[in-house]
C-alpha cells in the first residue's frame, strides 16, 4: 500500500488530453513540492515534472503538472503513442522522514 | 553531463548482505546542494525510495528498512553504497542510484538500474 494514492492505469487516444491524480496527505503533498517520474518499457525512469509544475530541459510542454492542497495531478496534452509508459508521483513525508511514492499510473494510449 | 553507474552481484543469497556501489561520472559528489541516493522496483511493481547521504556522510533511511540499511559515500573515488542485511526473496528487485536535490528532493538523473536477485 503507498503512502500516496494513484489510479493504476489510465488511457487516451491519440491526440487527447489525460490526467493523472496523486493523493496525499498533510504530510507529503500539502507540505512539500510534488515530482513526477516517466518510466517508459524496460528503462529506468526520468525526471518529467519537479516542483509541482516545472519541467526539466527536454521535457516537451505537452506534460504540465499542478498541486492543491493534498493533491497533485500531471496533464498530457496531445497524447502520442512514445508516451505509453508508467507514471509515479513522489514527495517527502515530514513524517516518515523520508521520500514516499505513489504506487504508479500505466498509461495506455489506444 | 552527469551518469551514475550501479555495480554489485546480480544473485545474494537469502539471509547474507547485499552490497551495491554507484559510481559517480561527470560531476563531483562531493556538492553542497545534492544528496545521493538508493530506489528499488521489485519485478512487476512500484518504486521505493530506500534512502540517500549526503557528501559528509549523513544520511536518510525508509523507517521500513532502516533496521537493514547501511548507505556510505567515498569522495575519493566518487562513489557511494549500498548495504542490505538479512536479505530475503522480497528484496529481489532492481536496484537504482539516483542524485537527490536537497529541499525539493526530486531525483535526476537515475542510473540504468541492476537487477539483484536473492535466492539460494
Known amino acids: 500500500q503507498s503512502v500516496l494514492t494513484q489510479p493504476p492505469s489510465a488511457s487516451g487516444t491519440p491526440g487527447q488530453r489525460v490526467t493523472i491524480s496523486c493523493s496525499g496527505s498533510?504530510?507529503?503533498?500539502?507540505?512539500?513540492?510534488v515530482n513526477w517520474y516517466q518510466q517508459l518499457p524496460g528503462t529506468a525512469p526520468k525526471l518529467l515534472i519537479y516542483s509541482n509544475n516545472q519541467r526539466p530541459s527536454g521535457v516537451p510542454d505537452r506534460f504540465s503538472g499542478s498541486k492543491s492542497g493534498t493533491s497533485a495531478s500531471l496533464a498530457i496534452s496531445g497524447l502520442r503513442s512514445e508516451d505509453e509508459a508508467d507514471y509515479y508521483c513522489a514527495a517527502w513525508d515530514d513524517s516518515l522522514n523520508g521520500v514516499v511514492f505513489g504506487g504508479g499510473t500505466k498509461l495506455t494510449v489506444l | 553531463q552527469l551518469q551514475l553507474q550501479e555495480s554489485g552481484p546480480g544473485l545474494v543469497k537469502p539471509s547474507e548482505t547485499l552490497s551495491l556501489t554507484c559510481t559517480v561520472s561527470?560531476?563531483?559528489?562531493?556538492?553542497?546542494?545534492?544528496?545521493w541516493g538508493w530506489i528499488r522496483q521489485p519485478p512487476g511493481k512500484g518504486l521505493e525510495w530506500i534512502g540517500s547521504i549526503y557528501y559528509s556522510g549523513s544520511t536518510y533511511y525508509n523507517p521500513s528498512l532502516k533496521s537493514r540499511v547501511t548507505i556510505s559515500v567515498d569522495t575519493s573515488k566518487n562513489q557511494f553504497s549500498l548495504k542490505l542485511s538479512s536479505v530475503t526473496a522480497a528484496d529481489t528487485a532492481v536496484y537504482y542510484c539516483v542524485r537527490h536535490s536537497v529541499n525539493t528532493n526530486w531525483f535526476d538523473p537515475w542510473g540504468q538500474g541492476t537487477l539483484v536477485t536473492v535466492s539460494s
Open positions: 561527470g560531476g563531483s559528489i562531493s556538492s553542497n546542494n545534492y544528496y
Open positions: 498533510s504530510s507529503n503533498i500539502g507540505s512539500n513540492t
